[in-house]
């Protein structure tokens, strides 16, 4: 995509993603022509819509069908294009019971209705149920702007599909790298546009006498938040153009501590304005929070790495020039 | 064995990684590479005599010619195929002998400010026949450059040197050094780069121990030290805006030099110690962090090779060396537990972490380059 394009892309995808509509953001896209954009440049497209969603903290689901997209083009299968992901439930696990049944306790962001709804019951078996089987109850979470909901339900053996063995895992982790790296991308945004703002307004916010910018102190809380930021980008960048579960998982775990550190930073660069609703800020910490949990929060996943450097014995190198 | 290739050049390989490749494939089979791999220094005047056979295999066979050009007595390709050279030795763990990293940040500098004394001195110093130190810092004059005051002055043909500086990198085992010097007034203006010969009458130079023990770097005395007019480096009072050009090197090219040194040194760790989930997190951390730099790094070495004009960004990549830095350290230490602090074997890895305390103070410090990242580039106002 060349330079001129991406800006008309962008100046297009700000306006979808802030305008007050209540039509769904797939819908919204495709009037656009974005699925002709996807098709034609998928890591740019998804980079950018994804970036500019956490710029503008936006809250249209645009993970959601994404997710889907991924595990049914994982999977072979074109009618899942139409299904909701359940992901993980702060409340339980799923599982499968001995007589075949599926007990259900998963998070979405758009209720299913009577699309089909895929659940993860162990690394080696998705069950598949419809929508209509089970009760979507919407959540109320620390960003009240971002619908989540949960779903509930005991589905009978004879309404579950089951997909087992490592056509399950394959296709699950393919979903959740792709799922990873475009949340990275969207914390990414979060981070530049927090940075960015906090470095403005101390620019304009003067005390004794001076600009607060002027404070080396809160020059260098929010330099080295801009470093970690600058090193999830790269990170980001190169997790969408090869698309390898290690560096989604990378890319996601510095996302997610580059744009909680941003926030704090940058938050004490406000003072009291910032701790207001009065103000924007609290809006990109919220969401910052939640979207951090979304398939592993940052701790969890550093946890996770350095397990598997300890037992594989291997340090992985990410990009070769 | 013998060599597999003849004399390598850049148009053999299609991508940096394919030279590197190639390279893996030379210094796992040649005989003459075997002393360096796995290589543990028992000091550092040691390892500095033992790698000046590495430096001189590798220039000899070639490898290390390329990324620099023709009329320097490279064999062409970009800085590229140096940053390759250097993720090689680190894979292969063979230390990377102390006069590149000082190459790496001199030289460029000297292709395009003095490109006569890079076209005549830079084949012995690639070779390891020379080496060179960089003495810019004074007792004085530390993160505060700008206000250095050792003099130079005409006289006939040339130049006389008189005043004292300090932290200057292997200062006892060089031959010469890049020397920031002031030839005129007060202030930035008033400075002057030069290549001073430090086997002269006029020069003492004493070295200073450092943390890990080791004589890492020199203090240089100079009284009525020579330097003749042609080994001005620019023009005269073009010192500090040739010192801003260095800059993108010694903070950019340099941070991919580290962190091969990172992942060699993790992949040590791991193989040393014994899984713990309790370090599970600080391991991870340390990785993220080096994946982190090793990608800023990459692009930044990508746009110096496509002679793109780097400002005040690579300062950020500097920041993440100095976290990524720490963090690994920090990483290893815990995780390889007592022994870490007592095991004989482990003296080598002792010696790294107590160096990598530096990181935050050398080549600017971590204040400095947060100042210039808030204000330079996240355009915070300046008092
Ligand atoms: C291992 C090592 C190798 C080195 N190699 C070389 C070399 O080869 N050649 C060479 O010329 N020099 C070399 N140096 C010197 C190095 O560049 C200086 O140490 C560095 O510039 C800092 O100067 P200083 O040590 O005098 O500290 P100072 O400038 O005295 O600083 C002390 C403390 O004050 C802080 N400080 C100072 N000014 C400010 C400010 N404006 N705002 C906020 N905080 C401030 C600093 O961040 C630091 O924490 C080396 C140093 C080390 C440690």
Partial sequence: MDNDTLDMLRTSLRHVLTEANTVPLAERLAELGWDDVVADDPVTALHTLFTLKGDTVSSADAIGPRLAAALADALGDPQLTTATIGLDSPFGPSALAADGSLIVDAVVFTPPATNPVVVLVDAVHLGVVSGNTLTCTALTTTDGNLAQYRLTGNVPAAQVQCIEGATASIAWNAMVTHGRWLIACELVGIAQHVIASAAQYTGERIQYGKPIGTFQALQHRIASAHVLVVGAARLTEFAGTSGDAWSALVAKTVAGQAAENACTQAQQCYGAIGFTWEHEFHHYLRRTYVLDRLLGDWRSLERQIGNELMTSRQVPKIGML | MTSPVATPTADMFDSPSAYAAALQQFLSTDERA??????????????????????????????????????????????????????????????????????????????????????????????????????????????????????????????????????????????????????????????????????????????????????????????????????????????????????????????????????????????????????????????????????????????????????????????????????????????????????????????????????????????????????????????
């Fill in chain 2, 34 to 383: 075997k002393p360096y791999i796995g290589y543990r220094p028992h000091s550092l005047e040691d390892s500095a005599s033992h790698l000046t056979g590495l430096q001189a295999l590798l220039f000899d066979s070639g490898w290390s010619r390329l990324g620099w050009p023709h009329s320097a007595g490279g064999l062409g390709g970009d800085p590229r195929f140096r940053a390759a050279m250097f993720q090689t030795l680190w894979n292969m763990d063979m230390p990377i002998p102390e006069p590149f990293t000082t190459l790496e940040i001199l030289v460029p500098v000297l292709l395009v400010f003095a490109p006569h004394l890079s076209d005549a001195l830079l084949p012995g110093l690639l070779r390891g026949d020379d080496t060179w130190a960089q003495a810019f810092s004074e007792p004085d004059a530390g993160s505060d450059l700008a206000s250095l005051r050792t003099k130079m002055e005409p006289d006939g043909e040339g130049f006389r040197l008189t005043g004292q500086k300090v932290w200057s990198t292997f200062g006892h085992l060089s031959k010469r050094s890049v020397l920031l010097a002031r030839s005129g007034g007060p202030g930035h203006k008033g400075l002057t780069m030069v290549l001073v010969d430090l086997d002269q009458p006029g020069i003492e130079v004493r070295p200073i121990r450092a943390e890990d023990g080791e004589n890492h770097f020199s203090e240089i005395f100079l009284d009525n030290a020579w330097v003749p007019a042609d080994r001005v480096i620019g023009t005269l009072g073009q010192g500090w805006a040739i010192a801003m050009y260095m800059l993108q090197w010694e903070r950019g090219a340099w941070g991919w030099l580290q962190q091969g040194r990172f992942h060699q040194r993790l992949q040590q760790a791991v193989e040393l110690g014994t899984p713990n989930p309790d370090f599970a997190q600080q391991l991870g951390h340390a990785y993220a962090l080096s994946a982190a730099l090793r990608l800023t790094t990459k692009q930044t070495v990508e746009r110096l090779a496509r002679e793109e004009q780097l400002g005040p960004e690579v300062s950020v990549d500097k920041l993440l060396l100095i976290d990524a830095e720490l963090a690994t350290w920090d990483a290893i230490r815990a995780y390889l537990g007592p022994r870490f602090e007592a095991d004989d074997s482990l003296q080598w890895l002792r010696h790294e972490y107590l160096f990598s305390r530096a990181a935050p103070i050398y080549g600017g410090s971590q204040e400095i380059q947060r100042t210039l990242v808030a204000q330079r580039v996240l355009g915070m106002p300046r008092d």
